[in-house]
């Protein structure tokens, strides 16, 4: 019964590959996010959703393209892999009404690019 | 200036101290405001929301001034399972933006 939930937890991969990493949600939420947290622990929004429609894409290299099928799935696919896209992704989603319930997050997506 | 600054921290404090963790944000039009706990290599959880009037949940404290653009957390008698990242969350629009967080570890 997990609330959010991504696939796969963790992702080893060489550099120039192309991987997908799924996210689901089971929590009836209109709006769902990519947050990436690097080395340093930043979190950093990525891209929003709301009812499957794209609300914000912020300075992301267009390697990444994020893939709505129906507001319950946020999917992100990643072209061309590089060194630097080492990171933790977490998938988020939120109510219509967020400023008070905030945002839940799944457990992340360890990727490592070899 | 970044959108959201924490005090860089680590915090060590021994059990049963009183902790308070800052954090100021940029946007004036800011809309709500959380604080959340990350422990090592887990997701972000919401901790709590921070209410105008200030609110209270058991031994935390959230406080915010509006006016300075501040926002605070006060942990009283810090428990060990209370060490993790304490993380500002400021909400805008359609995003909510991170704080770097701060480190707490609660020592025996």
């Known amino acids: 019964d997990t609330a959010v939930s991504q696939t796969p937890k963790y992702l080893v991969t060489q550099m120039g590959n192309d991987k997908s990493i799924k996210c689901e949600q089971n929590?009836?939420?209109?709006?769902m996010y990519w947050y990436k947290q690097d080395s340093k622990k930043f979190l950093k929004i990525m891209f929003s959703y709301n009812n499957k429609e794209l609300i914000i894409n912020e300075t992301v290299p267009n390697r990444f393209s994020p893939k709505s099928p129906d507001k319950a799935h946020l999917n992100l696919h990643i072209n061309s892999l590089e060194l630097g896209d080492s990171a933790v992704y977490f998938c988020?989603?939120?109510?219509?009404?967020?400023?008070?319930?905030?945002?839940?997050f799944g457990q992340g997506t360890r990727l490592t690019v070899v | 200036r970044k959108e959201v600054e924490q005090d860089p921290g680590p915090f060590n404090v021994p059990e049963g101290a009183t902790v308070a963790f800052n954090c100021t944000y940029s946007n004036s039009a800011s809309q709500s405001f959380f604080w959340y706990r990350q422990d090592c290599r887990k997701e972000p959880k919401l901790l709590m929301s921070?209410?105008?009037s200030g609110n209270e949940d058991g031994r935390f404290t959230a406080q915010l001034n509006r006016a300075s653009q501040y926002i605070s957390l006060l942990i009283r008698d810090s428990k060990l399972s209370d060490s993790a990242t304490y993380l500002c969350v400021v909400a805008w629009g359609q995003n909510f933006v991170f704080g770097p967080g701060t480190r707490l570890s609660v020592l025996p």
């Open positions: 921070v209410y105008s």
């Open positions: 929590l009836g939420h209109d709006t």
């Open positions: 988020a989603s939120s109510p219509q009404d967020r400023f008070a319930w905030g945002a839940f």
